[in-house]
Each structure stands twice: as structure tokens, then as C-alpha cells.
């Protein structure tokens, strides 16, 4: 569908930018932002062109809205002044109902959402080939969908569109939780003695590991550890040596403990065993 077509984007963040340049190379782009240093620095050295939102609005097949959720709705009441064809948000959170005044004039709408982390604008583009994009929306917009995800070299799959609030919590519990489950490891572990980045780098094959487990298996068979074998003596000896650490920290250690008693009795730890790990974990440190 790329042949001769041009793809808006309304944005100049990391996400606006990894798109530019991964789409370049079979749409022609048009990138537009409200700083025009910002849009013209997003297309330096890529086969792209910045242009005012009018400029692109007026010349584009198809609008991807990538601002901050927070700027969705002022750039869609100025989108609304121009007929476009179709438009798209990369918002997993707000969905296509964002784009309602667009819906209203006709314009086919949909989420076009990306299940990858985009820190700066190289990791994203450097990691969004391969990843999975969630969408949901009009019909003909979720046809671009297609034809964008192919082009990135991605795979789209549904997601109900009154249910994006409970799609975006399980998005952030394994994109965002889990930069802080590590930042939380290596804050414990640098109080063990243990140099920042050494920790992380002895952290790193543990993580990888239980990664592939999780991904690969059911969870109660992943799970392994003093939850999983019902040793209330280490949790509690884990806490104790918390008592110094910071309140979040602590609460975080109460809270993934409680989550993974379930699955060690899923796996068939006993009751007595539960409530004695269930015990250790509302013990003051």
C-alpha cells in the first residue's frame, strides 16, 4: 500500500521520530511539530520533510498523532479543521476514542499502538522491527494499521477498545515495573557491598533467564525461589535486612511476595506453608 503515499506524523519525540525514520523508506513522510527546530531536527538525514500541521494535513494519506497523552486533545481540535483520510494514535492508553472529533467528521480512526520502549529515538527504531503493535478502530484506519506494521516489520493484534485501560496496566507492568523491580535489585544489592554496575551485570543473565522462563512456560512452573519453596525463615530474614531501605523498596519486596504466593500455591504449596510466608511478609522489618 506504500506506493505513492504519504504518512503524517504530528510529533517530534522519540516515538514520532523512530517511525520517520523506519517509514521513510517506503512512504513519503511528512513530520510536524509545534517547535519547527524540533520537526526539522526529526528528518535530518533521513528521506523525510517537516512541514506545518496544515502543510501536512492538507498532503497526507494518513495522520499518526504521536504527542504526549497529555497534548492529544489540543492536536486533534486543529486536526479537525482539515479533511483527512485517516487518522492514528500511538496512545495505548487513550485509544481511538481521542481521535472522537475526527470520528465525527467522517475521518476513519484507529489506535495504533507499538508494545516496545522508545528512550530516545535510535533504541526505538533500532528495536521496534520484530514487536508486536496493538490496534483497535475503524475499519479502513485499521487497514493502514496493516500496511504501517508491515512496513516497520511488525505484527498487529487486537485489543478490545473498552478494555485499553487494562491493556495499558499490563503494557506498564512489563515495560515500566520492571525498570524499577531492577533499579530495586541493585539498590539491595549495592547495600550488600556490591558496585552499582557490577550488580547489574549479575543481575543481567538472571533477568534473561527468568525472562525466557516466564514467556516460555506457565508461571507456577517458572516461579522458583524461597516463596516458591514455602521458606518463611529467608523472607523474613530478607526483610530484616531491610530495615534501613527505603519504604517503596520495602513495599515493592510485601507486594511482589504476596503476587507469587498465589502461584507457589497454584503449584501446590501447602496451607500451612502459605501462611507461614504470608506471616513473614506482614512482619514489621
Not at 246 to 254: N, S
Amino acid at each position: 500500500m506504500s506506493q505513492g503515499l504519504t504518512v503524517g506524523i504530528v510529533g517530534a519525540g522519540s516515538v514520532g521520530q523512530a517511525l520517520a525514520r523506519l517509514l521513510a523508506a517506503d512512504f513519503d513522510v511528512i513530520v510536524s511539530s509545534r517547535s519547527r527546530a524540533r520537526a526539522a531536527g526529526a528528518v535530518a538525514g533521513i528521506d523525510a520533510r517537516a512541514a506545518t500541521l496544515e502543510a501536512l494535513a492538507s498532503s497526507s494519506d494518513c495522520v499518526i498523532v504521536a504527542v504526549p497523552d497529555r497534548a492529544v486533545p489540543e492536536v486533534v481540535a486543529e486536526l479537525a479543521r482539515f479533511d483527512l483520510a485517516a487518522a492514528l494514535q500511538t496512545s495505548g492508553a487513550l485509544g481511538p476514542a481521542s481521535l472522537a472529533p475526527l470520528r465525527k467528521r467522517g475521518v476513519p480512526c484507529a489506535m495504533f499502538h507499538p508494545l516496545q520502549t522508545f528512550p530516545t529515538p535510535d533504541a526505538g527504531a533500532q528495536r521496534l522491527p520484530g514487536s508486536l503493535v496493538g490496534v483497535c478502530g475503524d475499519d479502513r484506519a485499521l487497514a493502514w494499521c496493516e500496511g504501517l506494521a508491515v512496513a516497520l516489520r511488525c505484527t498487529t493484534f487486537k485489543v478490545a477498545e473498552d478494555q485499553l485501560a487494562q491493556y495499558h496496566a499490563a503494557a506498564v507492568l512489563a515495560s515500566n515495573c520492571v525498570v524499577g523491580l531492577v533499579d530495586a535489585a541493585a539498590t539491595l544489592m549495592e547495600g550488600a557491598g556490591v558496585e552499582r554496575m557490577d550488580a547489574l551485570r549479575a543481575l543481567r543473565p538472571l533477568l534473561d533467564a527468568s525472562l525466557e522462563n516466564a514467556s516460555t512456560m506457565e508461571a507456577n512452573q517458572a516461579l522458583t525461589g524461597p516463596i516458591a519453596r514455602g521458606d518463611a525463615v529467608t523472607v523474613r530474614r530478607h526483610l530484616g535486612s531491610m530495615r534501613n531501605s527505603p519504604t517503596a523498596l520495602v513495599g515493592l519486596y510485601r507486594a511482589c511476595g504476596e503476587y507469587l504466593l498465589n502461584l507457589a500455591q497454584r503449584r501446590g504449596l501447602s496451607d500451612s506453608q502459605a501462611t507461614a510466608v504470608r506471616s513473614a511478609l506482614s512482619e514489621e522489618c
